[in-house]
């Protein structure tokens, strides 16, 4: 067994070093396509990140943009309304400086005063703006303040018997309430 034993082994440990070789070039080729295969996937998914990226800087630009154009359109909106409104005042307040300007007597004075008034609430009442009824009403917390209350056997109880203060609104929309002195009904009171 000597040297044909030690042959035998030599040629059984070439033997086992060539398959370990061709092992190992067969798991760096497969190791070799593995991360091939991952440097692929990671080049893919890496370009869809930067797509979604710049898709969503596109869609935030276009986000403010639009922000932007709404808030200048709502300012231009509510210069053009104010426009309006302040374009039915002006003839009344034209009004108010000729009659400051005025030599005449006080009743004269007093009549353009009252043509005045009525000029203002026709440009109110163009605007929408109506007056809260209140005298004879019920007492309503919703449009209207009580200053006081008033001993009376005219009104029922917890009607309006005096308007100090108009209420306006405008549509729905209460602007101001009106400020009123409500009936305490005497008779209704003593039964």
Do not use: C, W
């Amino acid at each position: 067994m000597g040297m044909k034993g030690t042959e035998e082994t030599t040629a059984a440990t070439d033997q086992e070093m060539v398959s370990a070789a061709e092992a190992e070039e067969s798991n760096t080729a497969a190791g070799a396509e593995a991360a091939s295969v991952l440097q692929s996937e990671f080049d893919q998914i890496k370009g869809e990140r930067d797509q979604y990226a710049d898709r969503l800087a596109r869609l935030q630009a276009e986000f403010e943009n639009a922000r932007k154009r709404e808030a200048k359109e709502r300012a231009e909106f509510r210069d053009y309304a104010v426009g309006n409104a302040a374009e039915e005042f002006l003839g009344v307040l034209d009004n108010f400086q000729l009659a400051l300007k005025s030599t005449g007597s006080p009743e004269q004075f007093r009549a353009g005063i009252e043509l005045i008034a009525k000029q203002l609430d026709d440009a109110v009442r163009n605007l929408g703006v109506t007056a809260v009824e209140t005298v004879g009403q019920q007492f309503d917390p919703r449009t209207m303040e009580a200053l006081g209350s008033v001993e009376t056997a005219e009104y029922p109880d917890d009607a309006v018997v005096d308007e100090i203060r108009k209420g306006y609104r405008i549509k729905e929309r209460l602007l101001r309430p009106a400020l009123v002195r409500v009936a305490k009904n005497t008779q209704t009171h003593q039964a």
